[in-house]
């Protein structure tokens, strides 16, 4: 078994019968091994650094109405906000003070915001703090919309495929979203000069093995330069609110498979890690994550983005709780530091 992993470290490739036996195997001491393999491929590149992220949740609204997301539009129940540009930059400087160096916009699919306000709030944020990276995660738009958007001065966007099984991304999705179209954003954004991020949820309804290789295939394909992947966690609002969550043991072995696949990728230790277990993100940085996306939304809507239920947004997962959690990080021998955090690469710069 040792043999498997220190072949997948040097051929940066996995077959399904390995991926299988990886996912299913009992053995602790196997599953230990996988993750300080993953732990040395990252701390070859990244050292002892743990990037931050502030996460700004600017817009609930979303077109869309994805199986599986609290905030899709058939939900009646959210209480839907907007924040508008200055709220925004409030939240900019309440995270530079902080430290952060990277601020990430993330909303749903909101007509509301065109591409003249993205661009506006994106040039915005970077003439005020000019050392800072943008990140966009606004979903699928066309090619032109998205050369505006890094035009105007985004560095990075982060669009999960979610699966790159066309049958299953169709039980996950309604049919006027396709996965073809998915893809098609993913790789226009890496040829505009995005730093790109892809990922998919982890033990979503229906997903197989199989699924799972072919998402770790495709991520290959790709080569992006961050992958975030997190447990599914149901929503009580959803069609999916019966369905079960994805696991701890199985997220944290892919988040290490990933790492030792695509050595130099920028892998979050998501909130949805976090949300299932209270040592989520430390055990995903010691399977081979590196970077934490603290919530940096005004609190008074915070509960308000609910992607799934019982979504943290307080404590360590808040930007005011960053002091507790740089002191968790210290205690596993990690720094959180405050850098952008750019993709060291070889190939994807
Ligand atoms: N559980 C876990 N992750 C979810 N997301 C949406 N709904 C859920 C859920 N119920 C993830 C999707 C999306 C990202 C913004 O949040 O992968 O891309
Ligand atoms: Fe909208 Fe994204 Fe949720 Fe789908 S996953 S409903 S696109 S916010």
């Not at 001065?153 to 982060?158: C, K, P, S, T, V």
């Amino acid at each position: 078994m040792k043999k498997l992993i220190a072949s997948i470290q040097q051929n940066k490739s996995i077959t399904k019968e390995e991926l299988n036996v990886l996912l299913n195997t009992k053995a602790t001491d196997i599953e230990q091994y996988l993750f300080s393999c993953a732990r040395e491929t990252a701390d070859n590149i990244y050292g002892k650094d743990i990037y931050i992220r502030g996460l700004i949740e600017f817009t609930n609204f979303c077109k869309n109405n994805c199986y599986y997301c609290g905030l899709r539009r058939d939900n009646k129940s959210v209480e839907r906000y907007r924040l508008n540009k200055e709220n925004i930059l409030d939240c900019c400087k309440k995270g530079y003070d902080l430290g952060f160096r990277t601020f990430v916009l993330q909303g749903g699919e909101d007509a509301y915001f065109t591409d003249e306000k993205i661009c506006s709030i994106v040039s915005n944020i970077k003439e005020n703090f000019p050392d800072c990276a943008v990140t966009l995660s606004i979903g699928e738009k066309e090619k032109h919309s998205y050369l505006e958007y890094f035009k105007a001065g985004a560095d990075r966007y982060l669009l999960r495929h979610e699966t790159a099984n066309n049958e299953h991304y169709s039980r996950l999705h309604p049919a006027e979203l396709s996965l073809n179209n998915r893809k098609r954003c993913l790789y226009d954004l890496k040829e505009i000069g995005y730093q790109t991020g892809c990922g998919f949820m982890v033990g979503s309804p229906y997903q197989t093995i199989d699924n799972l290789y072919e998402d770790l295939i495709f991520i290959k394909e790709l080569s992006p330069h961050m992958v975030g992947i997190g447990p599914f966690i149901p929503q009580s609002a959803t069609p999916f609110k019966n369905k079960s969550a994805g696991s701890l043991q199985t997220t944290l072995r892919l988040l290490a498979i990933i790492r030792l696949m695509n050595p130099h990728v920028l892998l979050p230790a998501t909130t949805a890690l976090g949300t299932i277990h209270p040592k989520g993100r430390e055990l995903g940085i010691l399977a081979g994550a590196n970077v934490i996306m603290p919530n940096l939304s005004p609190v008074n809507v915070r509960e308000k983005y609910t992607l799934y239920d019982n979504k943290l947004c307080t404590g360590k997962e808040s930007a005011e709780g960053l002091n507790s959690l740089k002191k968790c990080i210290n205690e596993i021998g990690y720094n959180i530091v405050c850098a952008r955090g750019d993709f060291r690469g070889e190939n994807n710069v």
